[in-house]
């Protein structure tokens, strides 16, 4: 298996512009998870979901934030406007299993978003 | 007070010595705590787990879980420079629905 796939590696983008991260989930895992990572704050929950159902989006930042997931292989996070604050790494990771929090996660590789 | 509180670091230890890493959470019901390495400008990846008081050892490495104290720590023997890296420490709290990341401690093992 490829491992969690995601896209694009790196965003430059201006300030208001809409920003839309992808990500492609192992094969067979259940759950998937946004994550945020800065110096300040660490690695931040954004949302997850079972099954392709969202299930806590208590850590989205705001209303700019939103987050699908179409299908069992594919989700997307989308910023709209973006802010120079969202700056950050967005790491996707998916895991297969019974529990949200006790099984390993995969990572993907994370996309560096920086927003002039 | 943060739920799971990590030094930043760094800290810097020489090739062959046991490096600790300790980490320390508020929710007193933690059930679960993991311990995830990330290289600088990659992601982070499992390297253990550890659910019940005492040690647990797998290879180098070897956790170590007090719950009393709320406190878990990280063991790396025979420290290597290729063990350079943040480690971040992860625990569900009693609600059992999140991980909880730490902001990391970065160790750097001089050759």
């Known amino acids: 298996d490829a491992g969690v796939i995601q896209s694009p590696r790196h965003e430059v983008t201006e300030m208001g512009q809409e920003v839309t991260l992808r990500c492609k989930p192992i094969s067979g895992h259940d759950y998937l998870f946004w994550y945020r990572q800065t110096m300040m704050r660490g690695l931040e929950l954004l949302i997850y979901f079972n099954n392709n159902v969202p299930i806590d989006d208590s850590g989205m930042p705001e209303d700019r934030f939103s987050a699908k997931m179409p299908n069992a292989s594919f989700s997307t996070l989308k910023i709209q406007p973006s802010e120079p604050r969202d700056s950050a790494v967005y790491f996707c990771?998916?895991?297969?299993?019974?529990?949200?929090?006790?099984?390993?996660?995969?990572f993907g590789s994370g996309t560096q978003l920086s927003v002039l | 007070q943060k739920e799971v509180e990590q030094n930043s670091g760094p800290l810097s230890v020489p090739e062959g010595a046991i490096a600790s890493l300790n980490c320390t959470y508020s929710d007193r019901g933690s059930q679960s705590f993991f311990w995830y390495r990330q290289y600088s400008g990659k992601s982070p990846e499992l390297i253990m787990s550890?659910?019940?008081?005492g040690d647990k050892e797998d290879g180098r490495f070897t956790a170590q879980l007090n719950k009393a104290s709320q406190y878990v720590s990280l063991l790396i023997r025979d420290s290597q420079p290729s063990d350079s890296a943040t480690y971040l420490c992860?625990?569900?709290?009693?609600?059992?629905?999140?991980?909880?990341f730490g902001t990391g401690t970065r160790l750097a093992v001089r050759p």
């Open positions: 550890i659910y019940s008081n």
């Open positions: 992860a625990v569900v709290r009693s609600s059992g629905d999140k991980l909880t």
């Open positions: 990771a998916s895991s297969q299993g019974t529990s949200a929090a006790n099984e390993k996660l995969f």
